[in-house]
């Protein structure tokens, strides 16, 4: 491998560190080498901090080094005032003259303009360097800016005999979810609930699980909450409405929304738009991405109207022998993993 592809694989390494912060920012990570030393590293800030190459060069011990150093970056840099100035004036400025670059940025602001400054300016730029590994980092922020939406993740466990919860009678009068994982499983999920924008379920299971969907076992953020709840039908007082978390409750226009001020109501045309509608609200929010975590209606309706990119289905060790069905999925199997007891497969939509 050459030692070019090497610094942009440690350039997504660094970018990881932004994950499920920077949005609805991409999470570019950058470093700057002098002759074989890296003299410098940073990655994109929580949204309205500066941006990689700027935390890269203001990690530089000695900014006289700048002009013989070359910046490797993973997305091209942009070249407009969002709520941080332009970050090819500050290369420009710090007197860098080569620039690596993973991505153009399909930002309809840089798309291009920002590699075009930087030479305009003297700069050597190369792109394409570690191009698909960099494609995969930035899976959510492309996805957002090429269709539009934000990425979605499907995520469900179910039985080795296809169910995803037992009778209503087998459960009886019990409440709380119906664990079909083991712990490690559980705690997996809690992390990935850090990495995404959003959470969202059905009222069906807010009503019959009163989940809290928050990432209480992993350190890192909450996503926010969505609950579809088109006829306003989630009972009062479930924990998704206790308003300790952002919570946006999804209703069809004209329903009247049932009590809880602690919630916020969105409103939503009926009909086969109303989930298209939904990601360009969220868009609108800035979520780059949304964990969407069942149940079976939901998630069959985003996997029907083909809004999804990934799924991760765990298969419990013990069977239901009857219940309520998991969706039918055909995607391209990516993984198939252990976790703990349970197994974990992973799909992509493409
Ligand atoms: N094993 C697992 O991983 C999981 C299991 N579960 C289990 O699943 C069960 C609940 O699942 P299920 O009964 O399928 O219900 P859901 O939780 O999927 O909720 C379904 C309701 O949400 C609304 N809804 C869903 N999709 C749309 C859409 N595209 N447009 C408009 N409204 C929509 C509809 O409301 P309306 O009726 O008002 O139109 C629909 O009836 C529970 O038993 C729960 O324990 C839940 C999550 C994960
Ligand atoms: N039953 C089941 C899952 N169920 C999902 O987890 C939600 C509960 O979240 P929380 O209240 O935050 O713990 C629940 O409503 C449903 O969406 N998930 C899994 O990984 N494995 C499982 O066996
Ligand atoms: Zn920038």
Redesign the pocket.
């Known amino acids: 491998m050459k030692i070019q592809e090497k610094y942009m694989l440690r350039c997504i390494q660094i970018g990881r560190n932004a994950l499920g912060r920077s949005a609805p920012n991409p999470m570019v990570g950058a470093l700057l080498t002098h002759g074989d030393t890296i003299i410098g590293s940073g990655y994109t800030s929580a949204f309205g901090g500066p941006h990689a190459e700027v935390n890269a060069i203001r990690s530089v011990a000695d900014p006289g080094k700048l002009p013989d150093s070359t910046l490797y970056v993973t997305l091209e840099p942009c070249c407009h005032h969002g709520k941080t100035p332009p970050c090819t004036d500050r290369i420009i400025e710090s007197g860098i003259r080569r620039v690596v670059v993973g991505l153009p940025d399909p930002h309809d602001k840089v798309a291009g303009q920002g590699i075009a400054q930087l030479r305009e300016a003297g700069c050597q730029v190369e792109v394409g360097v570690a191009a698909d590994a960099c494609r995969e980092h930035h899976k959510r922020f492309l996805t957002l800016h090429e269709k539009g939406r934000p990425y979605i993740v499907l995520k ?3 039985s080795p005999d296809g169910f ?2 037992p009778d209503p009678e087998v459960r009886g009068e019990s409440t709380g ?2 664990w ?1 994982t083991g712990r490690e499983s559980r705690q997996l999920v809690h992390k990935w609930r850090t990495q995404e924008s959003a959470i969202l ?6 009503a ?2 009163d989940p809290q969907l928050t990432s209480r076992d992993w350190a890192g953020k909450d996503p926010l909450r969505v609950l ?4 306003g ?1 989630a009972p009062e007082g479930l924990r998704l409405l206790d308003g300790k978390v952002p919570t946006l409750r999804v209703l069809h226009t004209g329903q009247q929304p049932t009590g809880s001020a602690r919630v916020e109501n969105i409103f939503l045309e009926p009909g086969p738009g ?2 298209r509608a939904l990601c360009r609200e969220l868009r609108e929010r800035g979520v780059l991405s949304i964990l969407v ?7 069959g ?1 985003f996997l029907s109207a083909g809004l999804w990119d990934e799924a991760r289905v765990f298969t419990g060790p013990r069977p239901l022998n009857g219940g ?1 069905r998991a969706p039918a999925l055909s995607g391209r199997l990516v993984a198939n993993t252990a976790s703990g007891a349970d197994t974990l497969t992973l799909w992509r939509n493409d």
């Not at 975590?293 to 998630?299: C, D, F, Y």
């Open positions: 469900w466990a179910q995803l919860a979810p119906w079909i379920v059905g009222w069906r299971t807010a019959a699980d579809l709840d088109p006829s039908r109303f989930l975590e069942g149940g079976a209606h939901t998630l309706s309520l």
